[in-house]
């Protein structure tokens, strides 16, 4: 059983930079394939980016590449969403998705525990 939990969310003008951090509970954190999703009013849960237990494979969705990076760190049981270069359209709550495997999934269903999520607020 894993919990997680985000941090890091809150109001910034675009243009600007935050920093999500989702910290996990348990054993084994380095086998885990993490992920972020976003979900806006009225829109689905959709993947932003995701990274393999060892931080070989990473995955961007389009709309953000270039601008948000992802990273691990398993000494801390803890994966970090460094966002620059914020939009207006990046306005979402933001949730941490974890599971055991080394597939990187790009969908929900490739997600077994989920954290509570985190607004994020960009004004245009």
């Known amino acids: 059983q894993v919990q997680l939990v985000e941090s890091g969310g809150g109001l910034v003008q675009a243009g600007g930079s935050l920093r999500l951090s989702c910290a996990a509970s348990?054993?084994?954190?380095?086998?885990?394939?993490m992920g972020w999703f976003r979900q806006a009013p009225g829109k689905e849960r959709d993947l932003v980016a995701a990274?393999?237990?060892?931080?070989?494979?990473?995955y961007y969705a389009d709309s953000v590449k270039g601008r948000f990076t992802i990273s691990r760190d398993n000494a801390k049981n803890t994966v970090y969403l460094q966002m620059n270069s914020l939009k207006y359209e990046d306005t979402a709550v933001y949730y941490c998705?974890?599971?055991?495997?080394?597939?990187?999934?790009?969908?929900?269903?490739?997600?077994?525990?989920w954290g509570q999520g985190t607004q994020v607020t960009v004004s245009s």
């Open positions: 990274i393999s237990g060892n931080s070989v494979i990473t």
């Open positions: 348990g054993r084994f954190f380095s086998d885990y394939t």
């Open positions: 998705a974890a599971d055991r495997h080394s597939v990187v999934y790009t969908t929900t269903h490739g997600y077994a525990y």
